[in-house]
């Protein structure tokens, strides 16, 4: 063989050796790449992920933000029912003196002059507790309604149609809208 075939047969090995060499770059470089777009996928995902619960994150802080503004406003609104509740009674005997003191007849000028001053007072405080929300109910001649009155009883024949309030035996109040205590009514059969 003459050194032109050998050179020849040199160059063909060398030609095949690289393109060998190229065929396993491009084979590695395309693995790389899987590789690559594999890892670009999970952390796509990942970061996806990560968005959706910090967007949950956000709504629940939103929500634990409005509770607790109407937990604070509602606590601001009502703080005073207890209060309420406790003076209801002092309202309630100063109502049913007044009461008895007008189904009397022939009162002495004494008594005249303490039903007067009772009555006073009675206007006095129920201006005083409506100046902070508190009202009376007073549902005389109303449809009985369960949710702001407490029937005691029932009259049969009474001429008016039934569930109709006939007399109101206990006042009820709220305060700021929110039933502190129902009226306890007589209602028609």
């Known amino acids: 063989m003459s050194n032109a075939e050998k050179e020849k047969e040199m160059a063909q090995a060398e030609e095949a050796a690289v393109e060998t060499s190229m065929d396993e770059a491009c084979v590695e470089a395309l693995a790389d790449d899987t590789d690559l777009t594999d890892e670009v996928v999970k952390l796509t995902q ?7 619960r910090l967007l949950a994150s956000e709504a629940d802080m939103q929500n634990l933000r409005r509770r607790t503004e109407i937990d604070l406003a509602n606590a601001h609104k009502f703080a005073l029912e207890k209060f309420v509740k406790e003076l209801l ?27 007067e001053g009772s009555e006073l007072t009675y206007r006095m405080l129920l201006n005083a507790v409506e100046k902070f929300g508190v009202k009376q109910v007073r549902p005389m001649g109303e449809m009985l309604n369960p949710e702001f009155h407490q029937a005691i009883t029932m009259i049969p024949n009474t001429g008016k149609p039934s569930n109709e309030i006939v007399d109101v035996v206990q006042t009820g109040y709220t305060l700021n809208d929110r039933l502190v205590r129902a009226a306890q009514v007589v209602v028609a059969q």
């Open 89 to 115: 009674p002092c309202i309630d005997a100063l109502e049913f003196e007044i009461n008895a003191l007008e189904k009397q007849e022939n009162l002495s000028e004494e008594l005249v002059k303490f039903k």
């Open 46 to 52: 990942e970061k996806d992920a990560l968005f959706q």
